[in-house]
C-alpha cells in the first residue's frame, strides 16, 4: 500500500495478536506499527500475514536495537535491511528510541544516555549516518528513564540539541512525559511545549505501572491512563493534530478492548479538531 503518510489512530502489532485464536480486526485501525527487528525475513504463516496486514493499512517501523547512544559502531546491515524492509513495504516512517541498549551484546533494555553535550555530538553523528543509510529522515523517541548519570543539561534541551544537531524528526511519547514528570519531578505540560513542534510527526501512548505515588514504570501493559489523554489532549493543541498510536505489549486484552483507546485517540482528535475549526470560523 503506497502511503506517504499516516493519518488517524494506530496500533501497535503483536505476534500474540496473529494467533489464530485472537480476533484481529485491521479495519478498526488507520495503521499499525512493528519493530523491523522482528519481521526483516519472516516467512510463513506470520510473514504471509504480516504482508496482507501491509495490504491493508500502512505500517510504520519503530526500531528496538539501533543503539543510538552507545559507543559501538552503527549496525550498517540491520540499517539497510530496514531500508529494503521499507521499500518493499512501502512504510512511510520509522523511528527509535533516543537511548543506548548494547555494549559487546545487546542488553535487552533501552539505557538512559547520559544529558551532556559530547552525548549530544556522538547521538546526533549516528542518527545523520542512520538517515544517510535509509535515504530518509527518521525520528527519535523521548524515552522514560530512572536515573540521569553525569548530568549538564535537562532533559528537555538534551531532546531539542539532539533534534538540532540531528537535523531529524520526534515521536513524541506522551505517556513517557508523564512517567518521567512524576518520577523527576517536573511540568508535564511546560516540557510538553518546550519540544520542537515543527519537528513532531508522530505520538505514542501506552499505559504504565503505578509502583508509588512518586514512582511509575513504563511497561506498556495497562490502560492509558487519564494524566496520558489529558496531555495528548494538550499535545493535539500545541502542535495540532498528528497520527497517534496505541501501544500495548503484554497483559494484552481482546482486540474489542484495545478499539474502545483507539477509539479515544479518534475521540479527542476530532474534538480538538473542531474546536480549532469553530476557532478559525469565529476569528
Not at 489512530?9 to 495503521?31: C, E, H, I, K, T
Not at 519531578?185 to 515543527?198: E, I, N, S, T
Amino acid at each position: 500500500m503506497q502511503q506517504d503518510v499516516v493519518r488517524g489512530a494506530g496500533l501497535g502489532l503483536r505476534r500474540a495478536m496473529m494467533s489464530p485464536s485472537y480476533n484481529l480486526d485491521v479495519s478498526a485501525v488507520d495503521f499499525m506499527e512493528v519493530a523491523p527487528e522482528n519481521w526483516i525475513n519472516v516467512g510463513g504463516r506470520f510473514g504471509k500475514a504480516f504482508r496482507s496486514i501491509a495490504e491493508q493499512v500502512p505500517v510504520t517501523l519503530h526500531g528496538l536495537s539501533l543503539d543510538l547512544g552507545g559507543i559501538r559502531d552503527i549496525d550498517v546491515d540491520l540499517v539497510t535491511n530496514i531500508r529494503q524492509f521499507m521499500d518493499t513495504f512501502d512504510c512511510p516512517l520509522y523511528s527509535e528510541h533516543l537511548s543506548y541498549c548494547a555494549d559487546q551484546g545487546h542488553l535487552y533494555d533501552l539505557m538512559p544516555i547520559p544529558f551532556t553535550d559530547d552525548a549530544v555530538k556522538v547521538c546526533a553523528q549516528r542518527i545523520r549516518q542512520v538517515q544517510d543509510i535509509l535515504q530518509r529522515r527518521m525520528a527519535i523517541e523521548n524515552v522514560s528513564y530512572y536515573a540521569a548519570p553525569h548530568q549538564q543539561l535537562s532533559e528537555i534541551d538534551f531532546i531539542n540539541a539532539v533534534v538540532a544537531e540531528a537535523d531529524c524528526d520526534l515521536l513524541l511519547d506522551v505517556n513517557n512525559i508523564v512517567v518521567n514528570a512524576i518520577n523527576h519531578r517536573y511540568d508535564p505540560v511546560a516540557f510538553l511545549k518546550a519540544l520542537p513542534g515543527d519537528r513532531t510527526t508522530y505520538i505514542h501512548v501506552a499505559g504504565h505501572f503505578n509502583e508509588a505515588e512518586d514512582l511509575r514504570v513504563d511497561t506498556h501493559g495497562a490502560d492509558v491512563i487519564d494524566d496520558v489523554w489529558q496531555l495528548l489532549e494538550e499535545a493535539y493543541k500545541t502542535f495540532g493534530v498528528l497520527p497517534t498510536l496505541l501501544e500495548r505489549d503484554f497483559n494484552i486484552p481482546e482486540m474489542d478492548g484495545l478499539v474502545l483507546e483507539v477509539e479515544r485517540i479518534r475521540e479527542i482528535q476530532q474534538k480538538v479538531s473542531e474546536q480549532a475549526n469553530n476557532n478559525l470560523a469565529s476569528a
